[in-house]
Structure formats: structure tokens, C-alpha cells
């Protein structure tokens, strides 16, 4: 996978199907669009899934998947990235 068209990243707009740990030892499948990450508490982030027609009358709700919690990402629908590379070969101070 050395060649620039084989990365793959988690891109807004794109469609994935999610089984991560729910309850009691239960998984918990969660199919949507995804559409970005968010900080939970201090030091945890979450991926944001718009919920697909799949999930009946919760369609259209927005779930917070908790990273540690995913087992598997399947990916159904790529959208592709529009974000443009503006800062690639641009060094960055950390101090």
C-alpha cells in the first residue's frame, strides 16, 4: 500500500456500517453517513453517524460511536475527500 491512491481515511459524507460493543455483551451495528469526529469528555472522541433508513423510526438521528468501542468499520460508500491539501509539506512547530 505504498501508493497514493490506496490510503484510505474516514471522509465526511461517505457511508459506513459500524459493529462496536453495546450492553451486556451485546454488538450494536450502526449504518449511516458519516459526518465527522467529536471530543467526548477530555481526553475520548467519537465518530458522528447520521443513521440510515435501516434504522427505522431512528433514521435520520445522529449516534456518537465512542472510538474505543468500534470493532469494525465496513465501508459501503465512499465519498470522495474535497478538502483541499493546502498545508501538505508545510513543517509545524511543536514546542
Known amino acids: 500500500m505504498n501508493d497514493e491512491k490506496d ?16 450492553g451486556r455483551d451485546q454488538l450494536l451495528e450502526t449504518e449511516g453517513t458519516f459526518k465527522g469526529f467529536i471530543s467526548i469528555g477530555v481526553d475520548e472522541t467519537g465518530l458522528l453517524m ?3 433508513k435501516n434504522h427505522g423510526s431512528m433514521a435520520g438521528k445522529i449516534r456518537i460511536v465512542p472510538l ?4 469494525l468499520i465496513d465501508v459501503v460508500a ?3 475527500n474535497d478538502k483541499k491539501e493546502d498545508y ?7 514546542g
Not at 88 to 94: D, E, L, Q
Request: cysteine-free.
Open 7 to 22: 490510503k484510505l481515511e474516514l471522509t465526511e459524507g461517505s457511508i459506513y456500517k459500524i459493529t462496536s460493543l453495546g
Open 88 to 94: 501538505k509539506g508545510m513543517s509545524h512547530y511543536v
Open 78 to 80: 465512499v465519498k470522495e
Open 50 to 52: 447520521k443513521l440510515s
Open 68 to 71: 474505543h468501542v468500534i470493532l
